[in-house]
């Protein structure tokens, strides 16, 4: 049975993104959506050491930005390449697995592009192989374009548009999920908990597709803090894991 979960792609995402990559048979990274402000496209969390957390983020221009696409997005320049390995640097040279996981996140940072989204998918295709991760992972912009291009009609004709969706209240983001699901003949999609709201399983079952929503359990792991801090970047995860002991965590959730 082919289970498959659909994402934008996040810079450097928490442990629970590597999750769900992990719990599925196919992983879509899907671009051709619009960028969110103060969302993790171009911004995510390290912990300073015996500190707080902090934001780093990739510059990118701020023109019209609320009205383009993520797969438009180009990087603003490089200099934040060398603030960022030096950020890693400082507060993880001490970590028990720096020495393994630097030079990953080394070749990612330093990888020659002007695309924010390639960039992303790079770093996480990347990881998912340090980690031997053996999900399918469809990272080609051309994929979800052809979509796009359909689901740009009224939302009274999206049911015209797509005769083999069965919905009483059709919405673009549902459609969406259920022709990529019928497109990759998949059974079963897999979504964060926090999309509960968002994607009613009757809907799915109306299609003949089961809906699951992937909640992780409460991890912890020793981290260069006197308190823990979650949903930190796989940064911070893979730091103090290592890559042995990260895997070990890709299990460690529920599907409701």
């Known amino acids: 049975m082919n289970r498959i979960a659909i994402m934008q792609p996040y810079l450097f995402p928490y442990l629970g993104y590597f ?15 619009k960028y969110i402000h103060k969302g993790w496209v171009n911004r995510n969390r390290l912990l300073q050491v ?41 507060n993880y040279k001490r970590s028990e697995y720096f020495e393994e996981v630097f030079p990953v996140l080394e070749r990612i940072i330093l990888y020659k592009t002007d695309s924010l989204s ?4 790079t770093s996480i295709i990347n990881i998912s192989t340090f980690l031997k991760i053996e999900t399918d992972i469809i990272a080609d912009p051309a994929f979800d374009m052809r979509l796009e291009d359909k689901l740009n009609v009224d939302a009274s004709n999206l049911l015209n548009v797509f005769p083999e969706i069965e919905l009483e ?6 459609v969406r999920v259920i022709a990529l699901c019928k497109e990759l003949m998949a ?24 809906i699951l929503f992937l909640k992780m359990k409460d991890i912890q792991y020793r981290q260069n803090s006197i308190n ?16 042995a002991g990260t895997k070990e965590l890709l299990n460690e959730y529920t599907l409701v």
């Open 19 to 33: 999750q769900l990559i992990h719990s599925v048979d196919t992983f879509v990274l899907y671009d051709n959506l």
């Open 50 to 90: 015996n500190g707080p957390p902090f934001y780093f983020n990739i510059p990118v221009p701020k023109r019209n930005l609320s009205k383009m696409k993520i797969k438009d997005i180009k990087l603003k320049d490089d200099s934040w390449k060398r603030k960022l390995l030096i950020n890693i640097y400082q």
């Open 118 to 121: 390639r960039l992303n998918k």
């Open 169 to 174: 209240t059709p919405t673009r983001m549902v």
């Open 187 to 210: 059974h079963t999609y897999i979504n964060p908990i926090g999309g509960v709201e968002l994607y009613p399983k009757e809907d799915f079952k109306r299609n003949k597709i089961d």
């Open 228 to 243: 823990f801090h979650p949903g930190l970047s796989i940064i911070d995860v893979l730091m103090n894991c290592g890559k």
